[in-house]
């Protein structure tokens, strides 16, 4: 199968993308909707894993939407900050959902928490996309008799 020059991915495959995002997007959601997410009955320790809880969730929605959004085999800085605002506007959607859910609130700090989470991703995703591409091993030089 010819690969165009762009490396663009296949229609099935960026629909794929897209389900994957709705997939997180609908986890991430069946979380907030939950009224008690404690993990620990010590409060420094469920403090502390929640948050890291937020940073990993909104890191991998923020990459899963810039695979959604490329166009190209590498991410570019548009792709990455569809992304980001892509996952900043769920994030702030979540809090914004949580503050229907009984014993949950809904707070901005919990946004900014996300948001390291996704800018992290992001700054990861940019480096990895201009690191230069693994040379394509050479052909065995075939031997004459």
Known sequence: MPVSSNHAPTPFRRAARFVAVLAWCALIYAASDRPDLRVSSDDLIDFV???????????????????????????????VSVAWVSTFAYACSDEWHQTFVRGRVGHPRDVM?????????????????????????????????
């Open 49 to 79: 894993l929640r948050k890291a809880a937020h940073v990993v969730v909104f890191g991998v929605l923020l990459v899963l939407v810039e695979r959604a959004v490329r166009r190209a085999r590498a991410a570019t800085t548009a792709s």
């Open 113 to 145: 928490i996300d948001m390291i989470g996704a800018t992290t991703a992001a700054v990861i995703v940019m480096l990895l996309a201009r690191r230069p591409a693994a040379a394509a091993p050479s052909p065995e030089p075939e031997l004459v008799p």
